[in-house]
Every structure is written in C-alpha cells, then in structure tokens.
C-alpha cells in the first residue's frame, strides 16, 4: 500500500497551505492506521524512517517476524483497542457499537475490506479519517473551498461521534504498555488526533454522555472480588485500563501468585491470593494509585486540548469514582 510522504506527524503550524496540511495529516494517519492495524513492515519501514518521534525507538535491526510477534503480543493479549470494548459495559468485541461504526463508514463512502465485526478497529477509525481528511486535500487543491468545508465538518462527526469518546483511553492505555515502539506511536496519534480535533472544535456543542451507566456495585449485598474485578476491567465503567501485563506487574510488585488466563481470571486470582499473603490493603493501594496515574493523564490531556475536554472529562471522572471506590474497599471487610 503505498503511504507517499506523511511528512510530520503533527504539522499544524508549519507554514503549510490548507491544502498541504490536509495531506500531511492524511498521510498521517493512513500510515498510523497500518501500524495498528499490521504492525511494523516491510512496505511501512520506509515511511516510517521519515518520522524521528518513530525511528528513535524501533527495534534495531529491523525483524519483520519479531514485529509481527510484538504487535500480536500487545493487541491480541494485552489491549483491544476497539470502540466496542472501550466503550461498552459487556467487555465484548462487536455488536451494536460495530454496527454503528460499519454504518457510518457506508454513508461516508468510505470502503473497507473488514469483517462486521473488525471495522471499529482503531486502525480502521483512521482509516476512514484519512480518507476524509484526503477529500478535504482534494477539494482545496481544486479551488473549492465550499467542498473542503463540508469535508472538515464530516470530519469533526466523525470525530466526535466515534474517535474522541474512546481513542485517547485507548492510546493513553498503549502508552503504558512495555512495547516502546506503540508507546510512542500511541503518543504522536494522541497529540495529533487531539490537535486536529481541537481545530475542528470551534463551535461544537457538549456531547451526549456517550459512556455506559456505572453502577455503584459496594452498594450491592452480592458483591465480592468477582463483581469488582469485573467492573475494574471495563474502561467505559472504571475509566482506566489494565492489560495481562498490568496486572502481572502488580503482581510481581507484592510477589503474588496470578496464574494464567484471562485477565479477569488473572486479576481474580490476584485478589484472592493477595488475602492469603496479607497484601490485599498494598495491592489496593497501588489500584489506587493506579486510578490516580490516570486521572493525572486525563488531566493534561484537558489542559493541553481545551477544544476537546469535554470529551475527555467524563472519563476522567469515572477514574477517580473508581479511586473512591477502591478507598472504600480498603476500608471496608468485603470477602468472598
């Protein structure tokens, strides 16, 4: 697939034209959508060697099987970054999330060769996106500026209605991963989805509250480690993330047992076993200060986009109700 130049990742404020600046974020983000979505190759090497945030933490030397290792590692074990699962309250891939997002991208015009159920892949989400950006290029390098107006407002729905309510957990969530080459890239994505969505976000109105209700499971008489668990590894009820790889670096933190997997099956081990060592109020204290990481997260990504904040408020106030509740079960005797 052949990317052309995506010049830099972030190019607002470069002196380009309109026009230019459409291009380089389309080039952007089509490459940034292969990488999610394949990984480092050998077609996107090239491209990617252009982008210095990027070449400075890829594996040297390049291993085309080893990439394909690292990337099948990370989002097929660790993290799913799909819309459905960051945003719905089951912790599924699919359903009605997916249907939605196929949707869209049909009355776009926007093709893809995707199953159903894959087409709210990040990877896919900025596809689509460059696609749109793309017609946006088109239309000012045809003196039509009506046209790359209308393309700018396709852009800022699809933004708002899919990318901005899910994509910066999920790449705030890449970005603690030990994989130091998606770190990175989930950082470059961050900064220039949000930038670009800021420009578009002048005159945008508040946002449905697009996140699930969260229920206040203390309050419940049934629940034990098995409900909180749950709830803790839905991001859309907890406002935080926490991969196999979290929850293993937790457990070597305290020298607990975890056993192997799901992550559910993992955390629930860990829990259980942290009672039977004595650790449980230490290991509740790191979820603590856990949920804290992100609120600080969140934080800065609102003080550095303000166009955008709305978006990432509510998340940020599940993550510190989910402190709340961890602090109440440090001070409570919930057991099973």
Not at 23 to 47: I, K
Not at 195 to 204: R, W
Not at 256 to 271: I, Q, V, Y
Request: overall charge negative; some cysteine; hydrophobic content about 45%.
């Amino acid at each position: 697939m052949p990317f052309s130049n995506p010049g830099s990742p972030t190019p607002s404020g470069s002196g380009l034209s309109q026009a230019q600046l459409a291009r380089a974020r389309s080039y952007s983000y089509r490459l940034f959508s292969e990488l999610f979505l394949q990984g480092v190759t050998a077609v996107s090497l090239p491209y990617l060697q252009q982008i210095p945030d990027l070449t400075a933490v890829l594996p040297i030397p390049f291993n085309a099987d080893s990439a394909a290792a690292s990337h099948h590692e990370l989002f097929q074990f660790n993290l799913f970054p799909y819309e459905s699962f960051f945003l719905g309250d089951d912790g599924l891939v699919g359903g009605e999330v997916t249907a939605v997002v196929n949707q869209h991208y049909v009355q776009l015009g926007f093709q893809t060769a995707v199953t159903n159920n894959q087409a709210d892949h990040l990877g896919h989400e900025l596809a689509c996106l460059a696609f749109l950006v793309a017609q946006e290029a088109e239309a000012w390098e045809a003196d039509q500026p009506a046209e790359a107006s209308d393309g700018q407002t396709r852009q800022q729905v699809f933004l708002q209605n899919h990318l901005l309510r899910w994509a910066p957990t999920c790449l705030l969530a890449i970005q603690q991963q030990a994989d130091p080459f998606f770190a990175r890239l989930a950082e470059v994505t961050l900064d220039l989805l949000l930038a670009h969505a800021d420009v578009l976000a002048a005159d945008s109105a508040t946002p449905p509250n697009f996140l699930p209700p969260a229920p206040n499971i203390l309050a419940q008489d049934k629940t034990g480690f098995k409900e909180i668990v749950h709830f803790l590894l839905l991001p859309a009820l907890s406002g935080i993330s926490l991969s196999r790889d979290n929850i293993g670096q937790l457990a070597r933190q305290f020298a607990l047992p975890r056993g192997f997997g799901s992550r559910e099956t993992m955390l629930l081990n860990l829990m259980r076993t942290a009672v039977q060592y004595d650790a449980l109020p230490p290991l509740l204290t790191a979820l603590q200060d856990t949920c804290r990481r992100w609120q600080t997260s969140y934080q800065a990504l609102i003080d550095q986009h303000g166009q955008t904040a709305l978006f990432i408020q509510p998340w940020q106030a599940r993550a510190a109700a989910t402190e709340q509740m961890v602090i109440e079960l440090m001070a409570s005797s919930i057991a099973e």
